[in-house]
Every structure is written in C-alpha cells, then in structure tokens.
C-alpha cells in the first residue's frame, strides 16, 4: 500500500508513463506509413501455343504374340530352351520323337525307288513299240497301251517323290521351332508328354516386345469435343504423326522414349462410351512388359495464342475463385479474377480474365495488398531455368 504523501507522486509517474507510451506508437505508425513499398517479381504476359494434353489410362501389349503348338503328334523327348530369356526365328524349342517318322521317310524312299524302276520299264516298253509302230510290225494299239502305261508310271513317280517330301516335312516337324523371335515364357508341357498336331494344346508362349504397344481409352465425347473445336478454330489440329506421345507410370515417372499414335478405333465401346487409342513405343531394354498399366500422355491439338501463368502466382478468394495481382505502369497492384484451364507443369493456361501484356505478380504475393504500391522487378523462374518441361499432365482447374 502507497503512503497517502507517496500517492500524489505515482500518479504522476503513471501519467507520464501513458503519455510516453502514446508518443512512442504514434512515431512508430508514423514510420509505418513512410516505409517504401514493397518489391515484388512480376511476369509480363505474352500469347504462345500451348499443347492441349491429355492423360489417358492405358495398357501395354507386345506387338507380335505367337502359340508354340506341334505340328506332328508323338511323345515330347526334350525342351531345348530356357524359359524367360530371348529366342530367335527357327530356333529349337522341342524335340518329339523322330523314330516314327524316320521310319516313314524310309518307306516313302523305297516307293520312290520301285516307281522309278516301274517307270524306266515303261519307257523302255514305249521306245520298242514306237520302233516297232514305225516299221509297221505292230498295231497302233499296242503302241497306245505302252503309252498309257508309261504315263502312269510318271505319276506314280510324282505320288511318290510327293509322298517322299511329305514324310520328311513331319520328321523336319519333331522339331518345334519358334515361330517368330522375342521373349519365350514358361514351358506348358514337360517331356514324356503326348502332344497331338490336331489339338489346341498350347506349349509355350513367345511375345516380341523390341517394341510394344499401349492401349488406351478416351471418351468419345471428349474426342468429339476436341474435333469441333478444331472445326471451329479454337483448337489446331497436330501434323500428322506429329502427335506427341508419352508414358507416364504409377510413380509418376516419365518413360524415356516417346512413341507415336498408330490410329483411333472407328467404334465407340458401347458398354462404356469409350474409343480405343493405339500407340507404339520403342523398348529396348525391355522396361515395358505386357500386361503393365501406364498413363499416355497425349498432345491432341494445340491452342494459338493462349495465355499462361505460373501457378505460383495464383491466390483464391475466400469463395475459392482464383486470384492474381496485376500491377499497373503506376506501380499500383489490384486484384483480378481469373478462370484458370489445363496445367503445364508449374504453369497454368487462363481461360480468361487476362490478356497479353499485363503485368502479373509472380513472388511477393503476401506482401502486396490491393490497390498498395509496389516496385516490380522482372521475374527469374528457377524451374524454367533448371529445364523442367511445360507440358506436363492435363488437370482442370476446380
């Protein structure tokens, strides 16, 4: 408790106390609003073409797939291959049982061999009755019947010389061959199978994937509306086989190798609305497997004249529309409202509510209020500079 002369005196001090206070925060206020306005990096918007891109799901597929099946029926001896690795055109893949069929080849050489003699008979007979014919010591007739003889013969020559090749085309036959070249799977029969040339009994499977296919599907909608926008002359149409196509996996990352679009199917799938796509990708080491689920991303049409701006300039309202800050040549920032479309990498396309040559705010944003004072300065994107591409997934803004 104050004494009641000391009560007097720390009045006064509180007085004075409030009163310093108050000078101090109104010199402070006072420099407050003498503090030069902010610095802020600022885009000058310029019109350029921009890909309209998609991602789209897709599948791979090997571009050739072959059934290795028997052509002869007999016990299998051996699987010469090695499941999973590279095979090529011709190469030995099984071996059946030749015993058979060499037997065959034997007995088709021997029925050569007596049509042959028969033959060499016939001729013989022919020449004689000729002579014969043309001293006239011998009828017409037998000269006909040497000829007709001789006749058969020959044939019987040629049934059996074909007779001949087919027995040999069986025993060629044993051994099962690969079809086509490409990565041959596992072995489906084992040895001391009976495989039959006239059943469906599949052996192996061989897929040529030195390059591959990627089957995607896009909305017939989506593909009618990028067609009348073309007609209309909002959109242009890519060259042909100028289309760029990419990959992208589940991880997000890029394939390396860009592929090109093979053709669009003419029907629309009736169950889900959607048309079939095609594409052909390189694959030489192999990375992209049958059967792999990937994103196509594809450059359908390009947009003349579009306005882009980095993502990082964007703000939202509290209504959640999209905001930039524009300044003027005065210096003096404003908010815009804009509609924002497709992203590219780490840039938007505006839809509207800017054009070419205003001046947008890129960094700085949080310090620049509307309608305040700012100084622009050119803005120096580290991610172009680091050569991160622009066109990146197709993604709408909400």
Do not use: C
């Given at each position: ?5 000391a ?6 001090y509180?007085?004075?106390a409030?009163?310093l ?10 420099q407050?609003?003498?503090?030069p306005p ?15 891109v ?12 072959s ?25 030995v893949?099984?071996r ?14 021997a ?8 033959q060499?008979n ?7 009755q ?20 001789l006749?058969?013969a020959?044939a ?12 040999k ?27 039959t040339a006239?059943?469906t ?15 995607f599907?896009?909305?017939a909608?989506?593909l ?5 926008a073309?007609?209309?002359?909002k959109l242009?149409s890519?060259?042909p ?14 394939y390396?190798?860009a ?30 497997l ?6 196509v991303?594809?450059a359908q ?11 990082r300039?964007?703000t939202r ?15 003096i ?6 509609e ?6 780490s ?16 960094d700085?944003?949080?310090k ?10 050119p ?5 172009r500079e ?13």
């Open positions: 408790m104050y004494s009641s002369r009560l007097p005196r720390v009045r006064t509180l007085a004075a409030a009163f206070a108050l000078t101090i925060g109104g010199v402070a206020a006072q407050g609003a003498e503090l902010p610095a802020v990096s600022v885009i000058e918007l310029k019109a350029h073409a921009v890909p309209v998609n991602e789209l799901p897709g599948r791979i597929a090997a571009t050739r797939i059934e290795v099946r028997a052509r002869v029926s007999g016990i299998l001896q051996a699987r010469v291959f090695t499941q999973g690795t590279p095979v090529k055109e011709g190469d893949l099984y059946i049982d030749p015993k058979l069929f060499q037997v065959r080849v034997a007995s088709a050489e029925s050569l061999r007596r049509a042959k003699a028969v060499q016939a001729k013989q007979q022919f020449e004689r000729k002579i014969l014919h043309e001293r006239d010591a011998t009828s017409g007739v037998n000269l006909d019947t040497a000829t007709a003889t006749a058969q020959d019987d020559v040629a049934l059996a010389e074909a007779a001949l090749a087919e027995a085309i069986n025993l060629d036959y044993t051994e099962v061959r690969a079809p086509i070249s490409g990565i041959i799977g596992g072995a489906l029969v084992t040895e001391g199978a009976l495989v006239d059943g009994q599949n052996m192996a499977l061989i897929q040529q994937v030195d390059s591959v296919y990627v089957d599907t896009q909305s909608q989506d009618l509306t990028l067609k009348r073309v007609e209309e002359g242009a890519p060259a086989g100028e289309a760029r196509v990419e990959l992208v996996f589940d991880d997000g990352g890029l390396a190798e592929g090109r679009l093979l053709f669009a199917s003419a029907s629309v799938d009736s169950t889900t609305g959607q048309v079939t796509l095609r594409a052909e990708f390189p694959n030489p080491k192999h990375d992209l049958p059967g792999m689920y990937v994103r991303r594809i049409a390009v947009r003349e004249g579009a306005i882009t701006i980095p993502q300039a964007v309202a509290r209504d959640g529309k999209a905001q930039v800050y524009l300044v003027s040549e005065g210096g920032a404003e908010t815009r409202d804009v924002l479309g497709q992203a590219l990498g840039e938007w396309v505006v839809e509207s509510g800017l054009k070419e040559g205003e001046r947008v705010v890129v700085g944003v949080q620049v209020r509307s309608g305040g004072k700012v100084v622009p300065e803005w120096k994107p580290a991610d680091a050569g991160i591409p622009a066109d990146q997934p197709n993604n709408r803004a909400r």
